[in-house]
């Protein structure tokens, strides 16, 4: 047998033996040179260090690719397992989310969209007293910024003040613009609706959350001057006068 012959021969024996400690492959072929000593972990480690090189994940995905086939493959997973575990199959499981899909839309359709719910409403003026001609001032300031929720607020304000000055509300503190608009209506009924509709801005704005526009605020507006030149409908008078003419018919 020659030297080369037995070389390869030890080492596919050494390869079929199992031996992970040490892969050594003598050199026949010159005397002079040590035989190579390869260890196994050693080499493990270089390989590893070796392939962990940017050079070798230029092309690899991303961290949200990566991410995402994990997701798709949780998803796929999710409905394979539920597919299995449903009558009928997968076939059974489209039915099942089908029958879902048709309750929720008929109970969104019966019950429609989910409202929040009313936030009490506080009081119209705070602890400062101020004139009729002084919440127009202030709500006109902030209407020339642009200012809407301001304005508005400052014109209800106005409205509710100019209806005390006159005494057609009585100043009662802690007022609602709601209550307001209820009181003011009975002494001012052509204005009821208009005025129910301005408490409703106001509350929107100071309580719910919305933002005002021009167009709302030029509503109150145009309501506190049409209410300065409206002549209130007095309960009293208008009995009086058709009792005089009761007791007139009667002479």
């Not at 940017?54 to 796929?76: C, G, K, Q, T, V």
């Amino acid at each position: 047998m020659s030297p080369a012959g037995g070389v390869l021969t030890s080492a596919r024996l050494l390869a079929h033996s199992g031996d992970t400690s040490v892969l050594s492959l003598p050199s026949l072929l010159s005397g002079d040179e040590p035989p190579v000593t390869v260890p196994r972990d050693p080499a493990r480690e270089a390989a590893r260090r070796e392939l962990s090189k940017r050079m070798y994940h230029e092309n690899d995905p991303s961290w949200f690719a990566r991410a995402l086939d994990s997701f798709w493959a949780w998803i796929e997973d999710l409905f394979g397992a539920a597919a299995t575990a449903t009558p009928g199959g997968a076939l059974g499981l489209v039915v099942i989310i089908a029958a879902v899909v048709a309750v929720l839309g008929a109970l969104w359709w019966r019950l429609g969209t989910p409202r929040r719910r009313p936030t009490p409403s506080a009081a119209l003026f705070d602890d400062r007293p101020r004139t009729a001609a002084d919440h127009r001032a202030a709500a006109e300031a902030h209407a020339v910024q642009g200012h809407w929720n301001q304005a508005l607020q400052e014109r209800m304000r106005a409205v509710v003040r100019s209806l005390e000055e006159r005494a057609l509300l009585d100043a009662r503190p802690g007022r609602t613009a709601d209550e307001a608009a209820a009181e003011a209506g009975r002494a001012l009924p052509a204005h009821t609706d208009r005025l129910r509709t301005a408490a409703r801005d106001f509350d929107d704005v100071t309580y719910g959350g919305r933002s005002a526009t021009e167009t709302s605020y030029r509503r109150i507006a145009d309501l506190d001057l049409d209410l300065e030149r409206t002549r209130p409908q007095l309960t009293g008078s208008s009995h009086s006068t058709a009792a005089d003419t009761r007791q007139g018919a009667a002479e």
